[in-house]
């Protein structure tokens, strides 16, 4: 009974060894690529020898054509989570707070972000990275949008876009 035991043992922590989702064996997120707000272009680091930004790579996630609401961006294959959506639009206000789920990298998803949004007069604020997810924040004049993505089961990850006026510091 005790080999028995012992085996089964053995087979368990080899098991536990090899899987990816123990702490030990999980991937560190590259950061995301910070955009100058000037140029457009990537920021070079000052211990590179050439001070010239790296070539624009072509964006991975594309622009859906049809978004909840004319100036925030959506990645095309973004799927609306209508039971945890809202949102209200008048011609003085615009509120919302848009949940979808979407099969893309969480770099991929920030970095979609990074490039559509000052192509809508949004400025950049900051970005965060931690716990396998990412939350970046836009400001434009009156209005705020903070865009959260986090991982979910089976590669998927939860994308939420909330859009709230901003009476704050432009």
Not at 58 to 65: E, F, H, K, N, R
Not at 69 to 91: F, G, I, N, Q
Request: aromatic share 6%; net charge neutral; charged share 20%.
């Amino acid at each position: 009974m005790t080999r028995y035991l012992s085996a089964v043992s053995c087979i368990l922590l080899l098991t536990l060894a090899g899987c990816q989702s123990m702490p030990w064996q999980r991937n560190t997120m590259p950061p995301v690529e910070l955009l100058d707000d000037d140029s457009g272009q990537t920021q070079a680091t000052p211990s590179t020898e050439s001070l010239q930004p790296a070539p624009k790579q072509a964006p991975v996630l594309a622009i859906a054509s049809r978004t909840r609401m004319r100036d925030v961006p959506l990645p095309e294959k973004a799927k609306e989570d209508l039971e945890r959506t809202y949102v209200y639009e008048s011609h003085t206000l615009q509120v919302g707070r848009m949940v979808y789920t979407i099969q893309a990298a969480v770099n991929d998803i920030a970095q979609f972000y990074i490039d559509t949004c000052p192509g809508a007069d949004w400025r950049m604020v900051s970005v965060k990275q931690a716990s396998g997810g990412a939350e970046l924040l836009f400001r434009k004049p009156g209005k705020k949008l903070e865009v959260s993505i986090s991982p979910r089961a089976f590669g998927s990850k939860r994308l939420v876009v909330h859009l709230v006026p901003d009476e704050g510091l432009n």
